[in-house]
């Protein structure tokens, strides 16, 4: 099985930082990797797919990248609306989530 | 716009069956496979199995292979899944998923499993 490890789990940032969320899997996966946020008490959300492509309706502010086995979610510019948990998804050899990122306000 | 509207969670006791449904809407059911997602109270994310988009395959996690089974009824655009011999580590909340990847998700229904 592939483990996807996401660092760090809990993240304290100011509005207006740039934010680098960071997922790395045990195995190559092939960028077969999408993001998703959840906000307290909701389902997730899809914000990006196969690694670097940002869904219909996702602010620009969000970016990903990577290859191999380590990838990255990027926040340009946080914003107060931005605070939620995030999770990587691989697809590439079975399905796995990452454990997950808590972004908070400082 | 996609909407997938789980139900059929609740309080069931260990060792009992619950049978989860899943109503979708917005989109051509029977063109997508379809997949179940749950989430612990710690927050971890679990895939489940999926279906393939005709009913005639479908995969699960090993560790809930003999458990879990999911079905669909293309013709009521509802997903299934019957969950049997309940224990207190599948309590979670349950999202429907369309897909495999690029999921969207259902707004989730909780099940307790407890005595």
């Known amino acids: 099985d592939i483990q996807m490890t996401q660092s760090p789990p809990v993240l304290s940032a100011s509005v207006g930082d740039r934010v680098t969320l960071s997922c790395k899997a045990s195995?190559?996966?092939?960028?077969?990797l999408d993001w998703y946020q959840q906000k307290h008490g909701e389902a997730p959300k899809l914000l990006i797919y196969?690694?670097?492509n940002l869904q219909t309706g996702i602010p620009s502010r969000f970016s990903g990248s990577g290859s191999g086995t380590d990838y990255t979610l990027t926040i340009s510019s946080l914003q107060p609306e931005d605070v939620a948990t995030y999770y990587c998804y691989q697809y590439n050899s079975g399905y796995t989530f990452g454990a997950g990122t808590k972004l908070e306000l400082k | 716009e996609v909407q997938l509207v789980e139900s059929g969670g609740g309080l069931v006791q260990p060792g009992a069956s619950l049978k989860l449904s899943c109503v979708a809407s917005g989109f051509t059911f029977s063109d997508y496979w379809m997949s179940w997602v749950r989430q612990t109270p710690g927050k971890t994310m679990e895939w489940i199995g999926d279906i393939k988009y005709d009913g005639s395959y479908t995969n699960y996690a090993p560790s809930l292979k003999n458990r879990f089974t999911i079905s669909r009824d293309n013709a009521k655009s509802t997903l299934y899944l019957q969950m049997s011999n309940v224990r207190s580590e599948d309590t979670a909340t349950y999202y429907c998923?369309?897909?495999?990847?690029?999921?969207?998700w259902g707004q989730g229904v909780m099940v307790t499993v407890s005595s």
């Open positions: 196969y690694t670097n």
């Open positions: 998923t369309r897909g495999n990847w690029e999921l969207d």
């Open positions: 195995q190559n996966i092939n960028k077969n």
